[in-house]
């Protein structure tokens, strides 16, 4: 199993352009969560899917955020218009259930100037 | 809300021992742990699901007190590869506390 897939690992852009980041979940996984690191905050609760549905979004920052997940295998966390104080690493994270724990990607390193 | 963990750090030599807890303000349902090394992603390492629960992971061990809204971790014999920041999550909301720093020295 290749394991949570993100993509891309870096991304550097510049204030007011859009970022789109991506996850791909391992496959049979039914919940799928976006968090961002900073070491200000912490692990922070983006929004939580289950089974392709956002079950909460309440950890989304602002209305310059949005995900979604239009299928079983892809989720995308969109920012538009980027600011530097979202620079960021950002994880996806899915489960197939909340008795098993998450497995986490990589993680999205962004840095907006 | 967010769980509350203590110690922030803590500094050991190898083969010493260490505990680090989870606590919330809110009741606690299931607690998972992970362990997070530098510039890498959080790594499972197991999940409490209910109270008096206790598991073991190599010579990592966890308990959870249901009515203490409490869970800890214990560290045996710590070895380097135990380096890394500690997590707690409360499973009902998704939620991790600050992290643990763990440094150990040879």
């Known amino acids: 199993d290749a394991g949570v897939i993100q993509s891309p690992r870096h991304e550097v852009t510049e204030m007011g352009q859009e970022v789109t980041l991506r996850c791909k979940p391992i496959?049979?996984?039914?919940?799928l969560f976006w968090y961002r690191q900073t070491m200000m905050r912490g692990l922070e609760l983006l929004i939580y899917?289950?089974?392709?549905?956002?079950?909460?979004d309440s950890g989304m920052p602002e209305d310059r955020f949005s995900a979604k997940m239009p299928n079983a295998s892809f989720s995308t966390l969109k920012i538009q218009p980027s600011e530097p104080r979202d620079s960021a690493v950002y994880f996806c994270?899915?489960?197939?259930?909340?008795?098993?724990?998450?497995?986490f990607g990589s993680g999205t390193r962004l840095t907006v100037v | 809300q967010q769980p509350v963990q203590s110690p922030q750090a803590v500094i050991l030599r190898e083969g010493e021992d260490a505990v680090i807890n989870c606590s919330s303000s809110?009741?606690?349902?299931?607690v998972h742990w992970y362990r997070q090394k530098h510039g890498e992603a959080p790594v499972f390492l197991m999940i409490?699901?209910?109270?008096?629960e206790q598991k073991g992971h190599e010579k990592i061990s966890a308990s959870f007190n249901e009515k203490k809204q409490q869970s800890s971790l214990y560290l045996t014999a710590s070895q380097l590869s135990y380096s890394g920041t500690y997590f707690c999550g409360a499973n009902q909301n998704f939620v991790f506390g600050p992290g643990t720093r763990l440094s150990v020295l040879p």
């Open positions: 496959s049979g996984h039914n919940s």
């Open positions: 409490l699901l209910k109270g008096g």
């Open positions: 809110k009741a606690l349902y299931s």
């Open positions: 994270a899915s489960s197939t259930g909340l008795q098993y724990g998450y497995t």
């Open positions: 899917f289950n089974n392709n549905v956002p079950i909460d």
